[in-house]
């Protein structure tokens, strides 16, 4: 917690946020992240990512299949023919070590062996979470391998300003800083081409409503099942630069995004039913929430075109993402 009463619970199972509560334009605090009550449901329950740190490799791999220096690495494959999130057994699943904590700070960390999941190389990772007086969660991860290995970590809260479980998201006010994306093929799978944002749907620049565009016909929106798509970060000189920004209007809660990460994944809810009730028995309705995955692109290991995931042992994994939240 900090000094202006935001509150956030986590829990070492999946290293995730459970709660975080923050004020609206009254002062008037509400829990705006979708989740459980207990540890069983988090165990049993049908969207397992919900506020975990993703892990080892964040979003999909064609396949499940990528080369390092000729050596042909087969993954856990969990998602139709491909490999997501980490596989079967990713980081939401498995219960980390706390290293530390206090009233404002929590330090975990997770030890991978050799090929857990298919991957090369003994990981150590790390993540610290703190809650700062200027209302920011920050999240900085650290990974060191053994041997030439991917990596690929992110925070996959799923939000909704309205407070969680209170209707859908589409009237959420979304900026992206981002002058491109990665178009998807039918399995969600980049097909490779880096592609403006202008005159499409996923033009994000100034401040839009989510659902303003969510029915237009569009291949990439048929095949995301809405918004499911990765943004090419516009880059700054800052050590963390800003990513996004979404404001819910009538309670005016704002969360902005600011990472040193490549790329972000706008998730906007597209496979929540009604089906999952969540904390305080709330129904998590259809794009009743939205993600903002700090990342690098999807499939990245098998695209040279982008950013390389590939991490030595001589130089650790090291990222951060800041959510930092308001009510102007």
Known sequence: RNKNGIISELTNYGARVVSLWVPDI???????VLGCSTLDDYISIKERYFGATIGR?????KNGKFKINNTDFILK??????????GNKG??????????????KLFLSYFSPHMEEGYPGNLTVSVEYQLTD?????????AQSDQTTIINLTHHSFFNLKGAGNGNVNDHLLQINAD????IDDQLIPTGVIQKVVNTPFDFLLPTQIGSRIDALDDQLTYGH????????????????????????????TLEVYTNEPGMQFYGGNFLDGTVRGKRDKSYEYRGAFCLETQHFPDSINHPNFPSPIVRPESPFVSETIFAFSNK
Do not use: M
């Not at 009254?26 to 829990?31: A, I, L, Q, T, Y």
């Not at 490799?57 to 791999?61: D, G, H, K, L, T």
């Not at 200027?134 to 650290?142: A, G, K, M």
């Not at 809405?226 to 809660?253: C, M, Q, T, W």
């Open 180 to 183: 491109y994306f990665t178009p």
């Open 57 to 61: 490799y964040a979003n999909r791999i």
């Open 134 to 142: 200027e209302n920011e969660l920050s999240i900085q991860y650290f």
């Open 26 to 32: 009254n002062g008037s605090f509400d829990d705006i």
């Open 226 to 253: 809405g918004y499911d798509h990765n943004y090419v970060l516009n880059p700054s000189d800052s050590i963390v630069s800003f990513a996004a920004r979404v404001v819910e209007p009538v309670s005016k809660r």
């Open 91 to 104: 980081f939401e699943s498995v219960v980390w070590k706390v290293n530390s904590f206090t009233e404002n």
């Open 77 to 86: 494959k969990n998602n139709g023919p491909n490999h997501l999130h980490g």
